[in-house]
């Protein structure tokens, strides 16, 4: 990863400049400390502080690596050293939103949102609540408990499972809308919700769609909306992320007993192979309870 100056020829020239495009940020070094094969610089930002490892050698250039401390300043200063746009940094009573199983042919399409001043983001970060994505399935479903029993932290979700899914897109279709549509439609619906309960105006979600495509979802004027890559850097998205993603593979595992089948996530061979598996107990109908028929595996299965 290179700074916006990429010229510089050793270590510490290129520790200078980007303290200097990080200060232009109002990103302070206050402290440079060497390691074995490279530099570690603390930065500072409202209140904010984190550390990064800075590397440089002749064949791959300048670099750094993420060393600890407020993930939202990480990701900014990621951002502002690899000349990418530095996503807003939030701070005080705000939502956070995530959604989990879009890519999933089996079970339902979650939307969560966690709702939580800066007290509870650092209680969610200290009780380990990060990018869903990142954690095994159990240590998911430990945190979902810990989400869910939280002090001081406003909860919201909205479960569409396959029947409802099915037929919301078809009628989507008709209207010349598509998935992307459904899930702007559930986020929507959990701002809305969160909104008028907990008090926050401030709104992050995890970018999966234009602004204007999801604002319109929304019921209500006074509130902030920031769309994002990687938003999961922020306690309140990281922990809709849990949410949701807890909630999924619950969905699931009600699936699998129901059916008496083992479902899992996915959408490829192995989700062919159970698909197979459910019609010979089921019948092809059985698809339209438990998988997203407008996947590519259900034309596989249907017409082989």
């Given at each position: 990863m290179?700074?916006?100056?990429?010229?510089?020829?050793?270590?510490?020239?290129?520790?200078?400049?980007?303290?200097?495009?990080?200060?232009?940020?109002g990103i302070v070094t206050v402290e440079e400390r060497r390691l074995v094969n490279g530099m570690q610089a603390t930065l500072e930002k409202d209140g904010r502080s984190c550390r990064i490892n800075y590397y440089w050698s002749v064949k791959k250039g300048f670099?750094?690596?993420?060393?600890?401390?407020?993930?939202?300043?990480?990701?900014?200063?990621?951002?502002?050293?690899?000349?990418?746009?530095?996503p807003v940094m939030i701070a005080g009573l705000?939502?956070?939103?995530?959604?989990?199983?879009?890519?999933?042919?089996?079970?339902?399409?979650?939307?969560?949102?966690?709702?939580?001043?800066?007290?509870?983001?650092?209680?969610?970060s200290s009780a380990g609540v990060a990018d869903s994505k990142t954690l095994s399935n159990r240590r998911v479903l430990e945190l979902l408990d810990i989400v869910s029993d939280m002090d001081g932290v406003f909860r919201s979700s909205r479960v569409i499972q396959p029947p409802e899914y099915n037929g919301l897109f078809s009628d989507?279709?008709?209207?010349?809308?598509?998935?992307?549509?459904?899930?702007?439609?559930?986020?929507?619906?959990?701002i809305t919700d969160l909104l008028n309960r907990s008090g926050?105006?401030?709104?992050?979600?995890?970018?999966?769609?234009p602004e204007e495509r999801l604002a319109p979802w929304i019921t209500g004027t006074d509130f902030t909306l920031s769309l994002r890559c990687r938003a999961e850097d922020d306690p309140a998205v990281a922990a809709a992320s849990i949410i949701a993603r807890g909630l999924y593979l619950k969905s699931l595992d009600a699936l699998s007993l129901e059916l008496g089948v083992p479902i899992s996530p996915g959408s490829g061979a192995p989700a062919d192979a159970t698909g197979r598996q459910l019609v010979t107990t089921w019948g092809i109908g059985v698809l339209y309870q438990c998988a997203k028929v407008h996947f590519g595996n259900y034309s596989r299965i249907a017409s082989p």
């Open positions: 290179g700074t916006p100056d990429t010229h510089c020829s050793e270590l510490s020239e290129c520790a200078r400049l980007a303290g200097i495009t990080l200060a232009g940020m670099s750094l690596v993420p060393a600890g401390g407020d993930s939202q300043l990480l990701s900014i200063v990621s951002c502002v050293l690899s000349g990418k746009p530095a705000r939502i956070g939103t995530d959604e989990a199983g879009k890519g999933d042919w089996f079970g339902p399409l979650v939307a969560a949102g966690v709702a939580c001043d800066d007290a509870a983001a650092a209680a969610l989507f279709a008709a209207r010349g809308m598509n998935s992307l549509d459904i899930q702007a439609m559930a986020h929507g619906e959990v926050a105006r401030q709104v992050v979600v995890d970018r999966f769609c």
